[in-house]
């Protein structure tokens, strides 16, 4: 790679990152969109199912909902800003300018109804609005702004001096080199690769948060780590059920199946097993994602199995996508489909204000890697693109006009060969064992402790090798070590059960339904 300036440099390429990329280029600035995908289906954006919320006849209640999901910690602000951009960029950006066509029903857009939404307010594209939004918008980008886009390209470093950031180390095919920018934009997505059971794509390995930090920023509400309850696991691979099914109807049932049909609150149906999220909420299956992910962890504990029952409506018809994806991993959703919760969403991260602007000069943070303040300690169901795109317009229209400022860029060393071929392989299986086991859906405080010991330890390993050689998935790693001793830390010291961040007593047993009920 050969050294170069651009105006606004984004690292990333799914909602926030297009977004950002869009908006920068529309107000003028030369922009270059860096990306270590090689394909649509390596950005998490392309991963989302359910669709994208907005704002219908009651902004005030959408705002209400945001809240309570997050159990009362979300900024209010930025919920405020969240709400009251939505329907007007999502109109703009995707549907005029993008071209986006969300399934409608005659009448309209066909809205969705989704856990912990009190109304209707989804729009989506069958159940992979993912994929239908993120491959015309990066087309769109490239073919119509004139945004250069590098592909297969890890950024390594910022490079920073004196609380400012002047672009960052790019590389290519085992070469780097310096691109300096006038503003830099983080868009780098989340933290699946940290787990050994996620919704992300491989590739999620927690880049620009760990960059950030490295080179000050503030991050925060890393304790929170969203599981998504309903995620299918089979021997070819992790895929996402999505909210939708149970806001369609699907009913999650455990593996009890009583030898008399109870006329409680527990009922049974032809798949099997009894419906019990009557028991833990008053929303039952669409209640917030960390109680539901919660209760479906303990039934899978004290029965065996959970699975959703889909035979209420017609599976097939509502769910094509969804469907055909079942027919293919050998799935039989006529039985049920068999779920457990998995790694899904970070709900903290690097700390912006409404613009996107980080702690640091002339760095900017948007999506999944950011923490805005919106999602506090539980994120409310298909915010996650909306707020990519909401931001990332934000961020890109604020970055544009700065100058290019050339300095002294750190130094890189040779790649070494004698890098051993498994080293990064090795650790991460170790690094996600420490993650799943101790700072998982449930967390114990000497757990915790541990993770620290094991993580630090870690580290330790893959900085004596940063420090003598250079290569991708050696700084991948570094960056999912960073993240993961964060994550724990935070865990660590927020001594209170909220959200997505759950604690236990050492030695607890499994909580019966009715002691875990809310």
């Known amino acids: 790679m050969e050294r170069s300036t651009t105006d606004v440099l984004v690292l990333g390429a799914g909602i926030a990152g297009l977004s950002a990329a869009l908006a920068a280029d529309e107000a003028g600035a030369d922009v270059t969109l860096a990306t270590k995908a090689r394909r649509p289906e390596e950005a998490s954006t392309w991963w989302a199912q359910g669709g994208i919320a907005i704002t219908r006849d009651d902004p005030e209640q959408f705002e209400q909902d945001i809240l309570e999901a997050s159990a009362g910690t979300a900024d209010e602000d930025a919920i405020e800003v969240l709400v009251e951009n939505a329907a007007e960029t999502v109109r703009d950006v995707l549907v005029d300018t993008v071209g986006i066509e969300f399934d409608t029903n005659?009448?309209?857009?066909?809205?969705?109804?989704?856990?912990?939404?009190?109304?209707p307010r989804i729009l989506h594209v069958n159940a992979e609005t993912g994929k239908h939004i993120h491959v015309p918008f990066l087309n769109y980008v490239a073919d119509e702004t004139d945004v250069t886009i590098l592909e297969d390209t890890a950024a390594l470093e910022l490079i920073r001096h004196e609380g400012r950031v002047h672009g960052a180390i790019l590389e290519h095919d085992d070469e780097w080199a310096p691109t300096f920018a006038g503003s830099t934009v983080l868009a780098t997505g989340g933290i699946g690769a940290l787990y050994p059971r996620s919704t992300n794509p491989p590739s999620a390995t927690g880049d620009g948060i760990a960059m950030a930090a490295l080179a000050g920023a503030d991050v925060d509400?890393?304790?929170?780590?969203?599981?998504?309850?309903?995620?299918?696991?089979?021997?070819?691979?992790?895929?996402?059920?999505?909210?939708?099914?149970?806001?369609?109807?699907?009913?999650?049932?455990?593996?009890?199946?009583?030898?008399?049909?109870?006329?409680?609150?527990?009922?049974?149906?032809?798949?099997?097993?009894?419906?019990?999220?009557?028991?833990?909420?008053?929303?039952?299956?669409?209640?917030?994602?960390?109680?539901?992910?919660?209760?479906?962890?303990?039934?899978?504990?004290l029965t065996g199995e959970v699975t959703l029952d889909v035979s209420a409506f017609d599976f097939e018809t509502e769910f094509p996508d969804l469907a055909s994806k079942c027919e293919q991993h050998d799935v039989d959703w006529t039985t049920g489909i068999p779920i457990a919760p998995a790694q899904h969403f970070l709900c903290g991260g690097i700390v912006v204000d409404e613009w996107g602007r980080t702690t640091l000069?002339?760095?900017?943070?948007?999506?999944?890697?950011?923490?805005?303040?919106?999602?506090?300690?539980?994120?409310?169901?298909?915010?996650?693109?909306?707020?990519?795109?909401?931001?990332?317009?934000?961020?890109?229209?604020?970055?544009?006009?700065?100058?290019?400022?050339?300095?002294?860029?750190?130094?890189?060393?040779?790649?070494?060969?004698?890098?051993?071929?498994?080293?990064?392989?090795?650790?991460?299986?170790?690094?996600?064992?420490?993650?799943?086991?101790?700072?998982?859906?449930?967390?114990?405080?000497?757990?915790?402790?541990?993770?620290?010991?094991?993580?630090?330890?870690?580290?330790?390993?893959?900085?004596?090798?940063?420090?003598?050689?250079?290569?991708?998935?050696?700084?991948?790693?570094?960056?999912?070590?960073?993240?993961?001793?964060?994550?724990?830390?935070?865990?660590?010291?927020?001594?209170?059960?909220?959200?997505?961040?759950?604690?236990?007593?050492e030695g607890e047993t499994t909580p019966t339904p009715e002691s875990a009920k809310q």
Request: hydrophobic share 35%.
């Open 106 to 119: 005659g009448d309209g857009f066909d809205y969705g109804q989704e856990a912990a939404h009190d109304e």
């Open 221 to 301: 509400d890393m304790e929170y780590v969203q599981f998504h309850p309903t995620a299918c696991h089979t021997e070819s691979g992790t895929f996402l059920i999505s909210e939708a099914v149970r806001g369609e109807g699907g009913i999650l049932r455990n593996g009890e199946v009583p030898e008399v049909e109870d006329s409680g609150a527990r009922e049974t149906s032809s798949p099997g097993g009894e419906r019990f999220m009557p028991d833990y909420h008053r929303d039952a299956e669409l209640a917030p994602r960390d109680i539901v992910a919660r209760a479906v962890t303990t039934e899978r504990e």
């Open 361 to 505: 000069d002339k760095l900017y943070a948007v999506g999944e890697c950011s923490r805005t303040g919106v999602h506090g300690a539980n994120r409310l169901a298909s915010t996650s693109l909306l707020e990519g795109l909401v931001w990332g317009q934000r961020a890109g229209a604020d970055a544009a006009g700065k100058p290019i400022e050339t300095i002294e860029p750190p130094e890189l060393l040779e790649r070494d060969p004698d890098l051993p071929a498994t080293f990064a392989k090795d650790k991460f299986r170790r690094l996600r064992r420490v993650m799943d086991e101790m700072v998982g859906i449930e967390r114990t405080p000497s757990g915790l402790k541990r993770a620290q010991g094991v993580l630090r330890r870690l580290k330790g390993e893959v900085d004596a090798y940063v420090r003598t050689r250079t290569s991708r998935s050696l700084y991948e790693l570094r960056s999912a070590s960073i993240v993961s001793l964060l994550i724990s830390r935070a865990a660590a010291e927020n001594e209170q059960s909220v959200g997505c961040h759950y604690l236990v007593e």
